[in-house]
């Protein structure tokens, strides 16, 4: 998630004390008075529409149907994790140039770089062919972009709406909050969901934006993330909750924001951007779990996929509202920690920004007095390796009474990169990050979606996510981001004299070293932690 320092302190302070709260009201009528305040245009209606049928007659609709057994199509579903970035892209690219009657997507980012301007050229010649194409993107960082979403947008086929707008679109996202500095409420509050559905009879989930970190293109540092490609009676479940935010008040057509322009202009200015989209995102192969591309599979007219039934969780567009008892009781959260709770044997949480607050204390204590040590497992970023040092600092607070509690603590090494290329492609010299969001529970039921364990994601963003039932998924899951992320984490332990945290890292040769200061401290941290730590609400992160 990249939100900045800034806007973590920003946007949390939206719960904090009053007189912090006075603080902002100062501030947000400083810069009215400098700049103004900018508005929204009036709201525009838009005719509703809806995801086409899921029987209707597409060479996605017959492989998807054929790739699952005979009977139950109202109940099975099939499921194939990505766990690697140019597979996970390449999957998407694949089922845009199958689609013959829809593509509907919707992310929290899309970036200008090489991933995005692929992904959005793809959708450009999709629609092209004659497929409806529906795009949702979250404003919040699509300052700047409208000459992509708007060029997109003037295509034939294809509308793109963006949820919760701010009114001003320079590029510079500080200055779009403060100079929306009056709508803080409506501001503060995300569509963080990742979702892509062909001819609603195929769709891709989970963890990932549209930007080159998050497929191993980046020089810098990379994400480990897992999607998962489903079809079945789980696909027409998820077209809904798309319908859901595509119909809601919540979204407005980019071309109701973006600077005047004739339709000839933005297409214009879209095919000049995406012509620089560079060398198409390769990929092995065979996956890590020794699965060829989809595109080879679909062209075989079959994917292999393990059966399952499987739920959706989804927050409804109404939550960008404000959090209400009535959101909170069907909430992805809700739900997921409801899961949690219920857990017989153990649940193994994957989570790039984990802040249990005092409720999921509780839950943890009560489990470490019931159960023997390791109920819970929880693998998280460290500070070396984490893209939200703040969200970090919080987490860090709950840090030793987790382990106290009996929950097995491991933090990801940005030097993974350095030991293997088994989690999603080749780091090659960037930093190795978490950005998966994935539970395993009692080795058998599994969350993969967008939902961080935290109070943003709780409170504020919009979340979605698959619960797949099937030991098999689960097994593969507790593998992938358990066994082999350990090789490339820290374990956590408490010291011997039970007063301080120690870090244990395995070595290229096996050996072990413990630190007993935390690896990747640096005094840069600690003076951002004490200028913005006590703006920041923990509850809101």
Known sequence: MPNSSFLRAAFAMHGARRSRQLVWVALAALVALLAGCAQLPPVRPDA??????????TRLGAIARDSLPAGDAAVISGFRLLPEGGTAFNARIALTRNA?????AMYYLIASDRVGLQFLRELRDAAARGVRVRLIVD????GGEDPLLAGLAAFPNVEVRLFNPLPSRSSSLVWRVLRSADDFERINRRMHNKLFVADNAVSVSGGRNMANPYFMQSREANFIDLDVLSTGAVVPKLSAVFDSFWNSPQVRPVDQLAAP???????????ALVAQAGEPVTERPRDILGAVPVAQQLAAGRLVQTIATARVFADSPAKALGFTPAVAEVSVNHQTMALF??????????????????????????AGATQANGRIVLVTNSLGSTDEPLAYAEYAKYRKAMLEA???????????????????????????????KVAVIDERLVFIGSMNLDGRSALENTEIGVVIDSHEIAYTVADLLGQRLAAGAYRLRLSPEGNHTEWIATEADGSQKIHRVEPGDDWRYRLQFWLLLPLVNQDLF
């Open 48 to 57: 509703p529409s809806s995801a086409i049928q899921p029987g209707a007659q």
């Open 261 to 271: 322009a004739s339709a000839a202009e933005r297409r214009a200015r879209f095919d």
């Open 139 to 142: 404003d919040i960082y699509a």
């Open 341 to 366: 709770a219920e857990a017989r044997e153990q649940v193994r949480i994957v989570s790039p920004y984990f802040i249990p607050g005092e409720r999921g204390m509780a839950m943890m204590r009560k």
């Open 406 to 436: 009996g929950v097995q603590i491991f933090e990801l090494g940005p030097e993974l990169s350095r030991m293997t290329d088994d989690l999603g492609g080749a780091f090659h010299q960037s930093i190795s990050r978490l950005h998966a």
């Open 100 to 104: 013959q009657q829809s593509v509907d």
